[in-house]
């Protein structure tokens, strides 16, 4: 009876540590997914919050006017010079325009100062380009959508509260009474802001763009592809399969490791130091940021491709030792393009971790306000995320739709970048 006794005690016991076991096992597996949920919620959360505030960058409010291209104010002369074209007085086109579609009298200086105020200073260029494009146009009349100012826009997004007192409201009544007007007559409407793709610079919100940007970060990107690539390949080929294993080459890989945690700020310095203090190369170009860019992402295609490298089978080398192929024909015929996947994969990632990258490029003079494309990686320009930056601290109300409105084109490009190495990885991945 005691041996009943004993081993049913001792099954009872087996059980509860047999039930203690699976419950540990549930709870570890629910704090698996709340982790995953909480995080995708932080996801979905910062998503919402750009989105919700960036998507109305993407709409700018326009006025249309018939504006008559008078010659005696663009090109009194008929000579049809070009630097009289580029400095007439086409503000003066526009405020006629709009006075004539508001019927306001040239001789009242208040209303027209407030009829001044609801056009952007940037309908100069638009109607500026205009001439430049077909001098044909001057004498003539045609309808034009013209900017409207960024608090009119403001308005008409719901940025400025029309139910604030008159006093304290950037609009008064008036000038809303005449946009409530143009609205209801459809020569006031928001339409899609081509502007934020193309324009550069500006120190209006309605007319500032990341056209510049974009072309900077593109040499940039260029830059790092032609630099970081080959060179990252090339040493991570040479450490695994040529280099002697002893202390010069542990010392390298270390010091490769521990580059890849040195802060990106520390990179900027070094920039700051050897491309411009002591090379000359010109401040705020994109050379320097491409650069500074490559010397930042080289550790993670080196570990990236070493990894890749160290993944493809011993076997692959030894069968093809053993059909009489040379170490190099092994390495460039077999190894590395089974290991090309991996090498595509970590690649695209450092690249994508170089797109964002701020700080490094502040410390080299990227924020300057640039506002013509750059035409060579020597030219002053800036970069999409230090543009962000720059908005990001303009006191501006029209500049925080421009902030979020920019990060969003950001993550597009970092979540297309991302895709695709992950389709490359799926498409030539082998199983072995």
């Avoid at 205009?130 to 959508?145: E, F, N, R, Y």
């Avoid at 076997?315 to 024909?329: D, P, T």
């Avoid at 970590?346 to 994508?352: D, K, P």
């Avoid at 962000?388 to 500049?399: C, D, L, N």
Wanted: glycine share 8%; aromatic share 8%; proline share 4%.
């Amino acid at each position: 009876m005691s041996d009943d006794a004993s081993i049913a005690a001792h099954r009872a016991a087996r059980n509860a540590r047999t039930k203690k076991r699976y419950a540990a096992e549930k709870r570890f597996r629910l704090y698996g997914v709340l982790a995953i949920l909480s995080a995708l919620g932080f996801l979905a959360f910062l998503f919402t919050s750009i989105i919700g505030n960036g998507w109305s960058a993407f709409l700018q409010t326009s006025i249309r006017l018939d504006i008559h291209f008078d010659e005696q104010v663009i090109d009194p002369s008929g000579a049809r010079a070009d630097m009289q074209l580029r400095t007439a007085n086409y503000q003066r086109l526009a405020r006629e325009a709009l006075a004539a579609r508001l019927g306001i009298d040239a001789d009242d200086r208040t209303a027209a100062r407030d009829m001044n105020a609801l056009l952007s200073r940037g309908v100069v260029v638009q109607l500026r380009d205009m001439v430049l494009d077909d001098a044909a146009i001057i004498g003539q009349t045609a309808s034009v959508w013209l900017l409207a100012s960024g608090n009119v826009d403001s308005l008409m997004k719901g940025s400025i509260d029309r139910e604030t007192p008159e006093a304290r409201r950037q609009l008064n009544d008036r000038q809303v009474g005449w946009i409530d007007q143009l609205a209801a007559d459809g020569d006031l409407k928001k339409r899609f802001n081509t502007g934020l793709f193309v324009n550069g610079a500006s120190s209006q919100p309605e007319t500032a763009g990341v056209g510049v940007a974009l072309i900077g970060s593109f040499f940039m990107m260029l830059t790092v592809v032609v630099l970081a690539v080959p060179l990252g390949v090339a040493a991570a080929l040479y450490l695994e399969e040529f280099a002697p294993k002893n202390r010069l080459t542990d010392l390298i890989e270390v010091n490769i490791n521990n580059l890849a945690a040195v802060p990106s700020i520390v990179f900027g310095l070094l920039g700051l130091a050897v491309f411009i203090n002591f090379f000359g190369l010109p401040r705020s170009a994109a050379l320097v940021g491409g650069l500074v860019l490559t010397l930042m992402t080289l550790p993670t295609v080196i570990i990236a491709t070493r990894a890749a490298i160290r993944a493809v089978p011993p076997s692959i080398r030894e069968a093809a030792l053993g059909v009489g192929a040379s170490r190099m024909q092994t390495v460039f015929h077999h190894v590395l393009p089974l290991a090309m996947p991996g090498i595509m994969t970590g690649t695209i990632i450092g690249l994508v971790q170089a797109l964002g990258e701020t700080a490094p490029l502040l410390m080299i003079g990227l924020v300057a306000f640039v506002v013509d494309y750059p035409t060579t990686p020597l030219e002053p320009s800036t970069a999409l995320p230090v543009q962000i930056y720059m908005w990001a601290t303009a006191a501006e109300r029209g500049f925080v739709e421009r902030t979020a409105g920019a990060t969003i084109i950001l993550l597009g490009f970092l979540i297309v970048m991302n895709a695709t190495a992950v389709i490359l990885r799926r498409r030539f991945e082998r199983k072995w």
